[in-house]
């Protein structure tokens, strides 16, 4: 079981930006679909953007035109470049990967789709 540990939180002010990494030590998955998710205090777990092993991508609405993930296959590190920071989006950011070979979008998020999550990491976004 690979566990995919997530870098690259903080705090920002709004319309701010911030640019989460997630890796995989020894892993490979660039034939995966993989998955951002956040959760903030007092709410379920939400998808966020996923992307695919041919590079589709798919974003939650909230987070449409301000969120890209991407990945670099060479290095093994998948993204999450966030703009345009909104208060609302606070949360632990997560990154996990899809374990049964599709590639389900952010609305129809279900944890039993997802494995390898890491500790997260903090995102606080101020007015």
């Known amino acids: 079981q690979v566990q995919l540990a997530e870098s690259g939180g903080g705090s920002a002010q709004a319309g701010g930006s911030l640019r989460l990494s997630c890796v995989g030590p020894g892993y490979t998955y660039s034939s995966d679909c993989m998955g951002w998710f956040r959760q903030a205090p007092g709410k379920e777990r939400e998808g966020v953007a996923v992307?695919?092993?041919?590079?589709?991508?798919r974003y939650a609405d909230s987070v449409k035109g301000r969120f890209t993930i991407s990945r670099d296959n060479a290095k093994n590190t998948l993204y999450l470049q966030m703009n345009s920071l909104k208060p609302e989006d606070t949360a632990t950011y997560y990154c996990?990967?899809?374990?049964?070979?599709?590639?389900?979008?952010?609305?129809?998020?279900?944890?039993?789709?997802?494995?390898?999550w890491g500790q997260g990491t903090q995102v606080t976004v101020s007015s």
């Open positions: 992307i695919d092993s041919d590079g589709t991508t």
């Open positions: 996990a990967r899809e374990q049964w070979g599709g590639c389900p979008p952010p609305a129809g998020y279900s944890p039993v789709d997802w494995t390898g």
